[in-house]
């Protein structure tokens, strides 16, 4: 909130994030609302990459003509929401990645317990508001498997007699998580 005791004066407002100026606004008024463009968000989400939430500057500078006549500063913090990266179960794929047992059943969708050789593959999650992916982590049966970037994973064989559910928890830069789950079909198979 601004309040101005002279009209005769102009006041600038210039609003930073760190170092980095993100907005001016010169002759700003009394009650005045102040927005952010598109781009001015894009500098503030890049700048805020790794965090979830950081101090802003508001300084305020009095003009009487081209003289400044004085400054008055706050701090406020801003916050980042709605950020989780976006990742769904499209997002992985897998299939039996032995041959000799996929001459059998006819089908790499369906992985026979303990001779099928599992390989998940996962395609790239988007990191939103300017943060970036840094990590995969993909659990089955009790293990769980980190890769940093999108690919394959290999399970290999798994002593499994009925279908497993996969989970896959993608973790951004500021921490930020989303997780999406696939099933793993299974068929039973003795000696």
Do not use: C, H
């Not at 996962?122 to 089955?140: F, M, Q, R, W």
Request: hydrophobic letters at 30%; proline letters at 1%; glycine letters at 8%.
């Amino acid at each position: 909130t601004i309040t101005k005791y002279s009209s005769s004066f102009v006041d600038n407002l210039v609003i930073k994030y760190g170092s980095t100026t993100v907005k001016t606004v010169n002759g700003i008024t009394n009650g005045a609302s102040v927005s952010f463009t598109t781009a001015e968000l894009n500098t503030i989400y890049s700048l805020m990459s790794t965090v979830n939430s950081g101090a802003f500057s508001f300084e305020i500078t009095t003009y009487n003509g081209s003289t400044s006549v004085g400054s008055s500063s706050q701090t406020a913090t801003g916050s980042i929401t709605g950020a989780n990266p976006t990742f769904s179960s499209s997002n992985i794929t897998y299939k039996d990645n032995n041959s000799t047992t996929t001459a059998v059943t006819g089908n790499n969708q369906y992985l026979v317990q303990n001779l099928s050789k599992l390989l998940v593959t996962i395609t790239a999650a988007t990191g939103n508001k300017g943060a970036t992916i840094s990590k995969y982590e993909a659990t089955l049966n009790g293990v769980t498997k980190t890769i940093t970037s999108a690919g394959n994973i290999d399970y290999g064989v798994i002593n499994s007699g009925s279908n497993l559910t996969l989970s896959v928890k993608v973790t951004d830069s500021r921490g930020n998580t989303s997780t999406a789950t696939k099933t793993i079909q299974f068929l039973p198979w003795t000696l």
